[in-house]
């Protein structure tokens, strides 16, 4: 099994651009969710998913929108960067939902984005 | 609000010791508390998980405490390596769907 991949793995882009960042799970999980890291802010929750065809805000939406067309796959989209989106990005995985406590999260390797 | 804090300075220790990482949190009533690792360049990977009613849980060499009236969680590395030099992040579930986590205390175990 592969666990969560994330593609691509680093990107460079100019402000005003716009990117697709792939996340893919092969562990059959329903939740899936997109964070970005930054330096002294932690990770922070931009949007998730509780299943196919479903997407929720997180702590810092704006500027990003997220499809869940395959149960597989958590897509991340920047309509148009700004360099304020320079940061990691992580995409995670669970099986349930966190309410029922046993739903440990699987992140994938990352994505580095620098925004000009 | 809901607050988690873990502390921002590295902790560093030797090798053989037992490293002691705190998460304080405010304003909440968490039904357990998880730790995760993240090593540089790389995502955290789930540690241990303790719930409300469970004091104290073991594995291998880490222990984590859950004191729900301190609202304070203790993570220990007993007879520390260098090979535990990673960043340690507590987070606790947040509504029903997701978990917040805290900033993540580095540690650095020194041969």
């Known amino acids: 099994n592969a666990g969560v991949t994330q593609t691509p793995k680093f990107r460079v882009l100019k402000t005003g651009q716009s990117m697709t960042l792939l996340c893919a799970q092969d562990m059959n999980h329903e939740y899936m969710y997109w964070y970005r890291q930054d330096p002294g802010m932690g990770l922070r929750l931009i949007h998730y998913s509780v299943g196919e065809g479903t997407t929720a805000k997180g702590e810092v939406p704006d500027g990003y929108n997220v499809s869940r067309l395959k149960k597989q796959n958590f897509l991340l989209g920047l309509e148009s960067a700004a360099p304020s989106q320079t940061s990691v990005y992580f995409c995670?995985?669970?099986?349930?939902?966190?309410?029922?406590?046993?739903?440990?999260?699987?992140f994938g390797p990352g994505t580095r984005l620098t925004v000009l | 609000s809901q607050k988690i804090e873990q502390n921002s300075e590295a902790l560093n220790i030797q090798e053989g010791k037992t490293a002691t990482l705190t998460c304080n949190y405010t304003n909440y009533s968490p039904a357990y508390l998880q730790w995760y690792r993240q090593d540089p360049g790389r995502g955290p990977v789930f540690l241990l998980l303790?719930?409300?009613?469970?004091k104290e849980k073991r594995k291998e060499r880490l222990k984590v405490t859950f004191d729900t009236t301190l609202k304070q969680s203790l993570f220990h590395i007993t007879a520390s390596q260098p090979a535990d030099s990673a960043t340690y992040l507590c987070?606790?579930?947040?509504?029903?769907?997701?978990?917040?986590f805290g900033k993540g205390t580095m540690l650095l175990v020194s041969p």
């Open positions: 303790i719930r409300e009613n469970e």
């Open positions: 995670a995985s669970s099986y349930g939902p966190s309410a029922r406590g046993y739903n440990e999260q699987f």
């Open positions: 987070a606790l579930p947040r509504g029903y769907s997701t978990l917040t």
